[in-house]
């Protein structure tokens, strides 16, 4: 982990790094389990896209690729403002960005809904800018919307789950809710992605409250 003074407030976009124009690094092609594109700026007809930002992205990404409808998972930044950053950038604190999990899948075979239920379950939604022990703004919770319809749900399911929280003595749940075409995704570098099926015992960060989403 990078420490920085910035790392509990998120940049002002007049403060961040400039970036660049283009990917500064080569990604796989294919998905190291799922055998899917990673890169999926074109999905196919019939599938949609989720963007959610809850930690560490490794502990995250393996999280969605064991859904099923799940076609394609990828790590990668979003929330920010410095185009095209690396992860040393990110973890400076001074591009703005959070880590988050790029998840195209099939809403034939699972909801929009339930996967931003089974968002808020394996992590904890009330910690600000942190998650665990890891600690600063590209740790945040957030979760980038692609239309109207993903807005509502994401809203109507955190109405739903705040009560169960508050029953339980957690505080207000802090997660960022931002239509995507504000926050661009930026893939993250390749020995990053599917971090966890080439590293096993690689880091989890994950503690989730253990508090189950209401269905609506």
Known sequence: MLFNKYKNEIVAPENALVGRPDRPFA????????????????VPDGLEVALFGLGC????????????????????Y???????PTYEEVCSGKTGHTEAVRVVFDP?????????????????PTQGM?????????????????????????????ERYQPELTKR???LITTEIKPASGTPYFYAEDH???????NPFGYRCHSATGI?????
């Open 108 to 124: 034939a075979k699972v909801s929009y809904a339930d996967l931003v239920a089974a968002f808020y379950e394996v992590h904890d």
């Open 57 to 76: 992205f490794w502990g995250a990404e393996e999280i969605f690729w064991q859904i099923d409808g799940v076609w394609s998972t990828s790590v990668g």
């Open 212 to 216: 189950k989403v209401p269905r609506g």
């Open 78 to 84: 979003a929330g920010g403002t410095t185009p095209n």
């Open 130 to 158: 942190r998650q665990g022990n890891d600690v600063g703004t590209q740790y945040r919770s957030a979760i980038y919307t692609y239309s109207e319809e993903q807005a509502q749900i994401a809203k109507e399911v955190t």
């Open 169 to 171: 003595g957690y505080p």
């Open 192 to 198: 990053h992605q599917q971090y966890l099926i080439k």
């Open 27 to 42: 990604i796989a092609e294919k998905h190291r389990v799922l055998d899917a594109p990673v890169v999926t700026d074109e």
